[in-house]
């Protein structure tokens, strides 16, 4: 069965700084895609930035970036210059050749100012 | 172009009721998708429809069911509804169920089971 597990169910950053949420996965499936989903307190889901698995180059997404690693099945979310409007829940999600959508249970970040 | 449309953003019922939550897709999308967040639970996918075809369905039981429509418009509906299914219901549509089209979420409708 695929899972994803997001280990901090919360996070806080100064604004201007660094984050790395994290997320792992289990999946049997050699081609699968990983995602990261913001939803604001306003509760619209957006895509942040994907990675397909067979592809080993990093995405990146202006300051969004992912440390994808394969073989440790890790796939974390890097926000660098954290600003105030980055504060949302974060779901890391799966998709495989079944194309159902496995998320993980969510990361609450809170940008300070 | 519009966006994902749920409709009501808000439902309050009682046990044992049914309630039927609408979702309006993008213009030109086929594929709807379905899901069901709770605070301890995260997302968990319950079907998908694409061009009026139930394609997937998750892990829940006879009494959540959904349909399609021509126009792509979708419903779901959840039948003698017990206190856990309080939850924020999340509507997606993408232009087909390929994984390279992105999601795009609607609002969600939040029920609310008394």
């Known amino acids: 069965a695929q899972t994803v597990t997001q280990s901090q169910p919360e996070m806080s950053v100064q604004e201007a700084e660094t984050v790395t949420l994290s997320c792992t996965y289990d999946?049997?499936?050699?081609?699968?895609?990983l995602f990261w989903y913001k939803q604001p307190p306003s509760r619209q889901m957006i895509l942040v930035i994907r990675?397909?698995?067979?592809?080993?180059q990093n995405a990146t997404e202006n300051r969004f970036s992912v440390n994808f690693q394969k073989a440790a099945k890790s796939f974390s979310l890097k926000i660098s210059d954290s600003q105030l409007g980055d504060t949302a829940m974060y779901f890391c999600?799966?998709?495989?050749?079944?194309?159902?959508?496995?998320f993980g249970t969510g990361t609450r970040l809170k940008v300070l100012a | 172009k519009a966006g994902v449309t749920q409709t009501p953003r808000y439902l309050i019922k009682t046990r044992g009721q049914q309630v039927t939550l609408s979702c309006s897709p993008i213009?030109?999308?086929?594929?709807v998708s379905w899901y069901q967040q709770t605070p301890g639970q995260g997302l968990q996918f319950l079907f998908e429809?694409?061009?009026?075809?139930?394609?997937n369905k998750g892990n829940f039981p006879g009494r959540f069911s959904g349909r399609q429509f021509s126009n792509s418009r979708s419903e779901m509906n959840v039948s003698t509804l017990e206190l856990g299914d309080s939850a924020l219901y999340l509507c997606?549509?993408?232009?087909?169920?390929?994984?390279?089209?992105?999601?795009?979420f609607g609002a969600g409708t939040r029920l609310s089971v008394l």
């Open positions: 213009s030109g999308h086929r594929s």
């Open positions: 429809y694409f061009s009026e075809t139930q394609r």
């Open positions: 999600a799966c998709l495989s050749g079944t194309y159902k959508y496995i």
């Open positions: 990675q397909e698995a067979y592809k080993q």
């Open positions: 997606a549509s993408s232009y087909d169920y390929k994984p390279k089209n992105i999601q795009y």
């Open positions: 999946t049997s499936e050699s081609n699968y895609y």
